[in-house]
C-alpha cells in the first residue's frame, strides 16, 4: 500500500511549479526529493528560496552547512502523524529550522500538500529525525522491500535514499542482505567506507594505549570513501560544507596517498564540485576517494549529491553515509597447533626499523608450521573493528558487530603483472570455528569464502574478542600457489558487509 500510494503521488509533471519560501537560517541546502530517488536542491544563502522539484510531489529535506543531514521539512499533521508530502507550486511561508527537522509557521491550504505522504512522531517530532533514521520500527511490510529510494519504507520520516536503518531493525542498511527482490537502486547510490592496513600501521581501541588522536591520524592517512558513479554525459559532486571532498579540504583522488586533491583536481568549470572519474583498472562505475579526515570530519549522516548532467540536462541524488570504519580487525593472538604461539603486542615496529620490523611485519612474518597432514592452518584470535556512535548511542567506540571475516593471500612479489596483486581469494573450506552461532559466508562467490559474526554491534570491550582458523595451504592452493621453507606470505585479513570493509595485512613465515 505504501509503495502503491508514493507511486502515485509521484507522477511526473512535465514543468513542475516552483516550492517557495524562507528558512529561519541561512547556509542549508534543500532538497526536494522525488519518490524514484530522483532531487533537485538549492543552497539557501540570504533564508528566502524558490525551487523547482523534480515532480509534482515531493519530500523537502534539509542539509546543515556542515553538509549534514539535518532533517525532514514537516509541512503539516495528519492525526499524530506529520504531514511531509508537499505538492509542486507550494507556498511555504516560513520554515522554523530546529536541530534536526524543519517545520512550516503557518497552516497550509490542503491543495498544497499530500497527506497520504506522512511520518510517525513521538511528541510531534518525526521519528527519525535527529537519529539520521536509525530507529526501531515495527511492522514494516517485507513487500516494502522493493521501494524506491525516495519511498519513506519505515515511515520515521526520513526516505530510503536518506535513511541509514530504511527498515526500522536497528541494522544499517550495508548489512540487511535483502530475502527477496533487489530493491530498485538506479536512483541512488552506494557510499562505502574502507580502511586498509599493515601490522605497522594497525589500529584498534583494544590494541595498545591508543589515544582517538592516534586513531584519527591513522583514519586521516589511510580511509577511503567508495561510491558508485551514476550514468550521465558528466558527473559531479556536491559535498555542502564536508571538509573531505569541498574545495580547500583534506580530500585526495584515488586510493594512494600522494594523489592529486580533490575537487581541485577535477573542476573545470569552478563550481566548486569536483568531476568523478574511475581510476584505471577499476570498474568503470566506481569513484575512490582519499578522504584525509578525522572521526569527527566524516561521520555518519553526511549527505553527498552527485549531479549528473545528459544531453545538457542536470538530475541530481543524493546519499546519506551510514558508518565509518574508524579501525580494522586486530590480530590478538595466533597458534598454528604445531609450537608456534604468539599474544601480539601493539604498536609493531614497521620494517626498517632498527632491530627490525615487528612480528608479523614484511620480513618478519609470524612463523608457522604445518601438520602431519601437511597442511599449515592458524587460529586467528581477533578484536573486532570499531566505528564512532550513532545516536542514540552514547560509547565512545562501538565493536562493529555481523561482518562477514573474509581471507585472501596479498601481493606476491615472485609472480608477474598483472597476476602479481590480483585478488588470490581462500575458498570456503580454507575456513572452520567454533564460536557460536557463526555461518559460513553468503556473500558472492567472487568473493571465496569466510565466516559470518552473528553478534549485534556492542560498546567497545578488550575482552569482545572470536577466533577462527584459516588453512593457509589451502588458500595458496587454491590459487596455484605452493610454499617452501623460509617462504612467506601477505595475508588480507577482512571484515565486511559486502558494502565496507576493515583490513589488516599480516604476513606469515614458513619454518
Not at 530504511?166 to 527482490?181: A, E, I, K, T, W
Amino acid at each position: 500500500m505504501l509503495l502503491s500510494v508514493a507511486l502515485a503521488s509521484g507522477g511526473r509533471a512535465a514543468t513542475p511549479k516552483p516550492i517557495t519560501g524562507k528558512l529561519s537560517k541561512a547556509g542549508y541546502t534543500l532538497i526536494a526529493l522525488a519518490p524514484s530517488g530522483r532531487a533537485t536542491s538549492v543552497r539557501v544563502r540570504s533564508r528566502n528560496f524558490r525551487l523547482v522539484p523534480p515532480t509534482s510531489v515531493v519530500t523537502l529535506h534539509l542539509r546543515a552547512p556542515s553538509g549534514r543531514y539535518a532533517g525532514p521539512v514537516v509541512v503539516g499533521k495528519r492525526g499524530k502523524r506529520a504531514v511531509v508530502g508537499v505538492k509542486a507550486g507550494a507556498k511555504l511561508g516560513t520554515v522554523k529550522v530546529h536541530g534536526s527537522y524543519g517545520r512550516v509557521t503557518k497552516r497550509l491550504p490542503k491543495k498544497h500538500l499530500n497527506a497520504r505522504q506522512y511520518a510517525r512522531t513521538r511528541k510531534g517530532i518525526p521519528i527519525g529525525a535527529g537519529v539520521y533514521g536509525f530507529v526501531s520500527v515495527s511492522g514494516v511490510p517485507p513487500s516494502s522491500s522493493q521501494a524506491p529510494p525516495g519511498v519513506d519504507r519505515d515511515l520515521d520520516g526520513v526516505p530510503n535514499a536518506l535513511d541509514i536503518d530504511d527498515d526500522g531493525d536497528l541494522r544499517l542498511d550495508n548489512f540487511d542482505q535483502p530475502s527477496g527482490p533487489a530493491a530498485p537502486q538506479q536512483e541512488t547510490f552506494p557510499l562505502n567506507s574502507a580502511l586498509v592496513l599493515h601490522m605497522a600501521d594497525t589500529a584498534n581501541v583494544h590494541a595498545g594505549p591508543l589515544s582517538a588522536a592516534e586513531v584519527d591520524a591513522v583514519l586521516a592517512t589511510w580511509g577511503t570513501l567508495l561510491l558508485r558513479m551514476k550514468s550521465g554525459d558528466s558527473v559531479e559532486l556536491d559535498c555542502g560544507g564536508l571538509p573531505y571532498c569541498s574545495p580547500g579540504g583534506t580530500g585526495r583522488l584515488g586510493f594512494s596517498p600522494g594523489e592529486p586533491e580533490f575537487p581541485e583536481c577535477c573542476d573545470s568549470d569552478a563550481d566548486g564540485y569536483g568531476t568523478l572519474t574511475a581510476p584505471p583498472g577499476v570498474f568503470a562505475t566506481d569513484f575512490f576517494l582519499r578522504h584525509g579526515a578525522t572521526t569527527g570530519q566524516i561521520r555518519t549522516g553526511d549527505v553527498l549529491i552527485q549531479r549528473v548532467t545528459t544531453g545538457g540536462v542536470e538530475t541530481q541524488f543524493p546519499a546519506t553515509l551510514q558508518s565509518v570504519f574508524a579501525t580494522v580487525p586486530a590480530l590478538a593472538a595466533y597458534n598454528d597447533g604445531q609450537g608456534n604461539t604468539a599474544t601480539l603486542s601493539y604498536p609493531v615496529a614497521p620494517p626498517g626499523s632498527p632491530g627490525g620490523g615487528g612480528p608479523g611485519t614484511f620480513g618478519n612474518g609470524l612463523p608457522v608450521k604445518a601438520g602431519g597432514n601437511g597442511n599449515v592452518v592458524v587460529a586467528l584470535t581477533f578484536w573486532r573493528p570499531q566505528r564512532g556512535p550513532i545516536p542514540p548511542e552514547t560509547a565512545e567506540w562501538v565493536d562493529i558487530g555481523r561482518l562477514t571475516y573474509e581471507a585472501a593471500i596479498g601481493c606476491v612479489p615472485e609472480l608477474p603483472e598483472p597476476q602479481r596483486c590480483a585478488q588470490k581469494v581462500c575458498p570456503q573450506d580454507a575456513f572452520s570455528t567454533t564460536e557460536p552461532g557463526w555461518t559460513p559466508s553468503t556473500l558472492p562467490s567472487f568473493r571465496g569464502g569466510g565466516l559470518t559474526d552473528p553478534a549485534a554491534d556492542s560498546p567497545a570491550n578488550p575482552a569482545n574478542t572470536f577466533t577462527y582458523s584459516l588453512n593457509l595451504t589451502r588458500c595458496l592452493a587454491a590459487n596455484g600457489l605452493g610454499w617452501t621453507p623460509g617462504q612467506q606470505y601477505e595475508v588480507n585479513l577482512t571484515g565486511t558487509n559486502q558494502a565496507d570493509f576493515a583490513q589488516q595485512k599480516v604476513f606469515f613465515k614458513l619454518q
